[in-house]
């Protein structure tokens, strides 16, 4: 029986030329012109497949003399596209071709997926051919680090994973209610008096200026942008827990670890909250490379509508001034918005039309639906973890949905992309993170990457059944959905 080729998500073409298997051996080396850039990928390349097989795999910068070649190379002979890229497997070569960093980083998830351990313990690449690129340029995960805090290390992990299938959007929702996850060197008192919480009175914790760059730099090495969130004018109480001029009444809010939404709020009349929106948003801006800066947006349930699009506004001006371009919650395409502005669409209840003629002024749409996209929704009436206020989401639930037909008149072309969410008010540690994303991470990926003619529940299940191994392999726990026949 042949290997099955278990990619995930599903390449525009993937075929076999009936060659013979290229073998990963001691002689495996990776070979790659010397630019800094491609040697930081190559070195990722020899130690994902060294570490599969527990061999060392070298890297060159010349092939000769060299035997079991795995070529990277940067071309501009590939249609165009930032992620496109090509490879070609067969016994003794394997010949990688990208325009860009980002392409090669596809493709080298790619090939990790394609190894086959044979009984032997043989690690084999069989031999095929691969042209592929993706339907949306934006296929992200939001990660709520506020509601629980997610420690580096363990956020490193879920980057993986995001990596893993070809994600290249890591959205962190650094502030809520319940806690301000990131420094900010012009109002140091977010971190020092609002990080110490979680909900339930979980322990809290925050990222440094340096901790964030470290994390950008990880996502950037594995072809990622980060687009942080700081969500005003509602989700507040962290803000106006540390700095009591945000209220009318001049005092601080108490610390909250509950799971209400809805109640914090800023205030358009007061001064302060001004000059904090500016100082926030120019500080998040200037430590973020990626073009996009979130300003939240989301449940505000306590304001009219007109002071909401007055702080709307205001939070997206600080963040154009900064140079970056807005995204925000769906609920601010209730107000008057700049073209290009991205507005991720979450609440599948509310009245489409809205969202419709945003797109016809030039909003963009980046496709989160609840019902099929929030990972932090319960499986079924049986699982642990999880929420369930949009429904119960199955693996199906999370494949079998069309971003492109989602909305009644936004059209396709107003779709960036599409992100999936986790959000975190039961969900307390790695483990808890990867029960919910494991598998329906993989299936929301291939919604994002796979053109609709590639896909396919049947074809999928079958495939995503190879990806246990390397769940447990990583050790990571991950529900095993009853609409899987899993090894
Ligand atoms: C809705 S989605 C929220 C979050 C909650 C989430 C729980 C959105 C923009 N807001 O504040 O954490 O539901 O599923």
């Given at each position: 029986?042949?290997?099955?080729?278990?990619?995930?998500?599903?390449?525009?073409?993937?075929?076999?030329?009936?060659?013979?298997?290229?073998?990963?051996?001691?002689?495996?080396?990776?070979?790659?012109?010397?630019?800094?850039?491609?040697?930081?990928?190559?070195?990722?390349?020899?130690?994902?497949?060294?570490?599969?097989?527990?061999?060392?795999?070298?890297?060159?910068?010349?092939?000769?003399?060299?035997?079991d070649?795995v070529?990277?190379?940067?071309?501009?002979?590939?249609?165009?596209?930032d992620?496109?890229?090509?490879?070609?497997?067969?016994?003794?070569?394997?010949?990688?071709?990208?325009?860009?960093?980002?392409?090669?980083?596809?493709?080298?998830?790619?090939?990790?997926?394609?190894?086959?351990?044979?009984?032997?313990?043989?690690?084999?690449?069989?031999?095929?051919?691969?042209?592929d690129?993706?339907?949306?340029?934006?296929?992200?995960?939001?990660?709520?680090?506020?509601?629980?805090?997610?420690?580096?290390?363990?956020?490193?992990?879920?980057?993986?994973?995001?990596?893993?299938?070809?994600?290249?959007?890591?959205?962190?929702?650094?502030?809520?209610?319940?806690?301000?996850?990131?420094?900010?060197?012009?109002?140091?008192?977010?971190?020092?008096?609002?990080?110490?919480?979680?909900?339930?009175?979980?322990?809290?914790?925050?990222?440094?200026?340096?901790?964030?760059?470290?994390?950008?730099?990880?996502?950037?090495?594995?072809?990622?942008?980060?687009?942080?969130?700081?969500?005003?004018?509602?989700?507040v109480?962290?803000?106006?827990?540390a700095?009591?001029?945000?209220?009318?009444?001049?005092?601080?809010?108490?610390?909250?670890?509950?799971?209400?939404v809805?109640?914090?709020?800023?205030?358009?009349?007061?001064?302060?909250?001004?000059?904090?929106?500016?100082?926030?948003?120019?500080?998040?801006?200037?430590?973020?490379?990626?073009?996009?800066?979130?300003?939240?947006?989301?449940?505000?349930?306590?304001?009219?509508?007109?002071?909401?699009?007055?702080?709307?506004?205001?939070?997206?001006?600080?963040?154009?001034?900064?140079?970056?371009?807005?995204?925000?919650?769906?609920?601010?395409?209730?107000?008057?918005l700049?073209?290009?502005?991205?507005?991720?669409?979450?609440?599948?209840?509310?009245?489409?039309?809205?969202?419709?003629?945003?797109?016809?002024?030039?909003?963009?749409?980046?496709?989160?639906?609840?019902?099929?996209?929030?990972?932090?929704?319960?499986?079924?009436?049986?699982?642990?973890?999880?929420?369930?206020?949009?429904?119960?989401?199955?693996?199906?639930?999370?494949?079998?949905?069309?971003p492109?037909?989602?909305?009644?008149?936004?059209?396709?072309?107003?779709?960036?992309?599409?992100?999936?969410?986790?959000?975190?008010?039961?969900?307390?540690?790695?483990?808890?993170?990867?029960?919910?994303?494991?598998?329906?991470?993989?299936?929301?990926?291939?919604?994002?990457?796979?053109?609709?003619?590639?896909?396919?529940?049947?074809?999928?299940?079958?495939?995503?059944?190879?990806?246990?191994?390397?769940?447990?392999?990583?050790?990571?726990?991950?529900?095993a959905?009853?609409?899987?026949?899993?090894?």
């Amino acid at each position: 029986m042949p290997d099955a080729l278990a990619v995930i998500p599903r390449p525009a073409l993937l075929e076999r030329t009936g060659e013979a298997p290229f073998v990963v051996t001691r002689a495996t080396t990776v070979v790659v012109d010397e630019r800094p850039d491609l040697i930081g990928l190559a070195v990722l390349v020899a130690d994902v497949l060294g570490r599969v097989g527990g061999i060392p795999v070298e890297v060159r910068y010349s092939e000769a003399g060299a035997t079991d070649i795995v070529r990277l190379r940067l071309v501009e002979t590939l249609p165009p596209g930032d992620e496109v890229y090509r490879v070609l497997t067969r016994s003794g070569r394997i010949d990688v071709e990208a325009r860009t960093l980002a392409g090669l980083v596809r493709a080298l998830v790619t090939l990790r997926q394609l190894i086959v351990v044979a009984p032997s313990g043989e690690l084999r690449v069989p031999a095929v051919r691969i042209e592929d690129a993706p339907r949306y340029a934006w296929r992200g995960l939001s990660v709520d680090v506020a509601r629980h805090f997610v420690p580096m290390d363990d956020l490193k992990v879920v980057i993986g994973l995001m990596a893993h299938y070809k994600l290249n959007v890591l959205h962190l929702h650094l502030t809520d209610d319940q806690g301000w996850r990131l420094d900010l060197p012009s109002r140091p008192l977010l971190t020092r008096l609002s990080s110490a919480t979680s909900v339930g009175g979980d322990p809290g914790g925050s990222y440094s200026a340096a901790d964030f760059a470290d994390l950008v730099g990880f996502a950037a090495a594995r072809g990622m942008r980060v687009v942080p969130e700081i969500d005003v004018p509602g989700h507040v109480n962290a803000a106006t827990h540390a700095y009591g001029e945000l209220n009318p009444s001049g005092e601080p809010t108490d610390t909250y670890t509950g799971i209400e939404v809805g109640f914090s709020r800023l205030h358009a009349d007061l001064p302060a909250t001004h000059a904090f929106l500016a100082d926030v948003f120019a500080d998040v801006a200037a430590m973020t490379p990626g073009e996009y800066v979130h300003i939240g947006g989301d449940e505000v349930l306590t304001m009219a509508p007109d002071e909401y699009a007055t702080l709307v506004g205001a939070a997206s001006a600080a963040v154009r001034a900064a140079g970056k371009k807005v995204v925000g919650w769906q609920e601010i395409a209730h107000t008057p918005l700049e073209p290009g502005t991205v507005v991720q669409y979450w609440d599948a209840r509310e009245d489409p039309a809205p969202f419709a003629a945003a797109a016809r002024a030039g909003a963009l749409f980046l496709m989160s639906p609840a019902p099929k996209a929030y990972l932090d929704m319960k499986y079924d009436a049986s699982t642990e973890l999880g929420l369930e206020w949009a429904g119960h989401i199955e693996l199906r639930d999370a494949y079998d949905w069309d971003p492109a037909t989602l909305i009644e008149g936004v059209a396709e072309d107003s779709v960036i992309g599409v992100e999936a969410a986790i959000w975190t008010e039961t969900l307390r540690d790695l483990p808890a993170l990867a029960q919910m994303l494991l598998p329906r991470l993989a299936a929301i990926a291939e919604v994002a990457w796979s053109a609709p003619e590639q896909r396919d529940w049947e074809d999928f299940r079958t495939r995503v059944a190879a990806h246990a191994p390397f769940w447990d392999r990583i050790a990571l726990p991950w529900h095993a959905s009853p609409q899987v026949d899993w090894p």
